[in-house]
């Protein structure tokens, strides 16, 4: 399947047509790549809105309306952050389109700089907003979210993140031993990895040259240390004991690396004792 630009511009346009015989429908904005013009879209990327409504209900519980904009193939409705909700949609020409729906008080008749700078989700607007409609139509320069480096962790934060990083290794060598793989490799490769991008985030916001880091790791290769960036391979596991025994080891090599880094850099302590008592937990278990 080919992709092009023009099935996402043939997107939009079908989408801005609709929404403007929707009375329930106060303006809709594009985010994420096809906003941006720092790492804009390319062939891979969908089509990510918001659009804020007066009654959300409309559109929310059923999804006969996305067949406005093409064969509809597949569909899935989401819940995302403060229990706002999203639908997902994939089309016959290869679109994939995400549109999350935010409730307004049509009472009050905001603007869309005022739905902007009420709206819950501030690093979605950073990287750039694109206007599909607005009828109010009072828009013109729109403020965004300043751009900001993950806030560095305060002594407390520190210790919390280490603490779950070695409870958690400490759960995944018990899986490796009583060779419940899946959940080892969920643990060393899903939530053990979340961990290590937020290590690896902060390492980043405390050096001195304000490196701009994106959210998720997005571009990490970027803004995060080439040292760790090299040794990122060999903390991801095959689904067999012996290699997630490896990476497990891997991942807490590079975790604590980074960890005292970030330690000696905000005068923080580094818990050694409790890191010891999970190495000596991990090598007696495997």
């Not at 949609?89 to 999350?100: E, F, I, P, R």
């Amino acid at each position: 399947m080919t992709f092009s630009s023009d099935i996402y511009a043939r997107l939009e346009q079908r989408f801005a047509k609709w929404s403007l015989t929707q009375p329930a429908i106060a303006a809709v904005i594009a985010v994420g790549s096809q906003a941006r013009s720092e790492h804009p879209s390319d062939e891979w990327s969908d089509l990510d809105l918001v659009v804020f409504a007066g009654d959300t209900v409309l559109y929310l519980h059923e999804s006969v309306w996305l067949n406005t904009f093409g064969l509809l193939i597949a569909a899935i409705s989401n819940s995302f952050g403060q229990n706002d909700r999203e639908w997902i949609a994939l089309y016959a020409d290869g679109s994939k389109l995400d549109v999350a729906f935010l409730s307004i008080d049509p009472a009050a008749t905001p603007t869309l700089q005022a739905m902007l700078d009420a709206f819950p989700y501030p690093a979605v607007l950073q990287r750039g907003v694109r206007v599909l409609i607005d009828k109010d139509g009072a828009a013109t320069e729109l403020r965004l979210p300043r751009i900001t480096s993950p806030q560095l962790p305060d002594q407390a934060e520190f210790t919390a993140l280490l603490n779950r990083m070695l409870l958690d290794a400490i759960k995944a060598a018990k899986f490796i031993r009583r060779k419940d793989l899946w959940r080892a490799k969920q643990l060393c490769d899903g939530e053990m990895k979340q961990h290590l991008l937020t290590m690896l985030e902060w390492e980043a916001a405390a050096q001195k040259d304000r490196r701009d880091i994106w959210y998720d790791g997005r571009f990490l290769s970027e803004w995060a240390d080439p040292q760790a960036q090299a040794e990122l391979p060999k903390t991801f596991a095959a689904y067999e004991e012996v290699d997630l025994h490896r990476a497990l080891g891997a991942t807490l090599d590079l975790f604590r690396r980074l960890a005292r880094d970030v330690a000696q850099r905000l005068d923080y302590p580094y818990p050694a004792h409790a890191d010891q008592f999970a190495d000596n937990c991990i090598r007696s278990l495997l």
